[in-house]
């Protein structure tokens, strides 16, 4: 066991018993969904949007919650630990749905790879799973993994990966230096990675072909659909009759994808969730043309 995955065992625990430093909200009514799926969160990264990430888990709730990979990034915290308070506070509220009585399954990805060897076992109310398999409340089975299987480059060149992986970071410092410019005057937030890969053509095949190739294992295993993350790309499609459902990430796309009392399916994108709040709330705040009367008169 390496000593971020001692670290992360010996304090689990601690997180589920200690207040964060940021209060859970106690907002009157927060939005109820059968089942949310999120992945890819990189706690342990510069990059990772713990701020929007606490926000969605202080105005959701759900009877089952997956989390789908790389909810700790192992790789980047072996090369330098970073872990501010707000990393502590989105696990506190993690393990406290599952102290509450949500059903939590946690499916490690590549970037987490040391919980693996847990696979089966249960931490803080955390059921830990290769894999899954969840059935809708309309009777679809969906296989839920992390998708890094169908990686080739994540199998077969290792050393690639992680090049790929610095390089990636040094896109997500781009974007933190991108997004205080916006956050100055007053713009939402916005993801240039996620911009610079829908325009990349190689990027846009990869993802495609990575889709495609998962949708099919999934056929092939006999079930309705997948639920995957691992590519930062939130997506909903069917192919060759197999709904492919990608949750996307806590990095980039600030995503989570639900599932409604009736089956009904949604992705959500927080940071756009976000920028309507705060609109509406503005709006809330303005007078209107009989306030503004009476104060002239």
Not at 84 to 90: I, L
Request: aromatic fraction near 10%; charged fraction near 30%; glycine fraction near 6%.
């Amino acid at each position: 066991m390496d000593a971020v995955t001692r670290i992360a065992m010996d304090n689990i625990a601690d997180f589920a018993n200690s207040k964060p430093v940021r209060p859970e909200r106690r907002l009157a009514e927060r939005r109820q969904y059968r089942t949310i799926w999120i992945s890819d969160i990189h706690l342990g990264t510069r990059g990772c949007n713990a701020d929007m990430l606490i926000d969605f888990l202080d105005h959701v709730d759900s009877e089952r919650l997956y989390l789908v990979g790389d909810i700790i990034d192992g790789w980047r915290l072996k090369k330098k630990f970073y872990w501010p308070a707000s990393h502590n506070d989105v696990v506190w509220r993690l393990l406290k749905r599952a102290k509450r009585g949500t059903d939590v399954i946690y499916i490690p990805g590549n970037h987490d790879e040391m919980m693996r060897q847990f696979t089966g076992l249960d931490f803080g109310g955390v059921a830990i799973r290769r894999k899954a398999i969840h059935e809708t409340v309309d009777g679809r089975r969906l296989l839920i993994l992390h998708g890094d299987e169908f990686d080739i480059i994540t199998l077969t060149h290792r050393w690639l990966a992680h090049v790929g992986d610095a390089a990636y970071e040094f896109m997500m410092a781009l974007n933190r230096w991108v997004n205080a410019y916006r956050r100055f005057f007053n713009l939402p937030y916005w993801s240039l990675s996620k911009h610079a890969k829908a325009k990349v053509k190689n990027a846009v095949e990869f993802i495609s072909n990575y889709e495609e190739v998962i949708a099919e294992a999934a056929g092939a295993r006999g079930v309705d659909g997948v639920v995957c993350g691992h590519i930062h790309t939130a997506e909903f499609r069917v192919i060759d009759g197999v709904e492919y459902y990608n949750d996307g990430d806590w990095v980039e796309g600030c995503t989570a994808l639900v599932e409604h009392f009736d089956g009904r399916m949604e992705l959500l994108h927080w940071a756009d969730e976000i920028a309507a709040r705060d609109l509406s709330e503005a709006s809330a705040t303005e007078p209107d043309e009989a306030d503004i009367e009476m104060l002239a008169a």
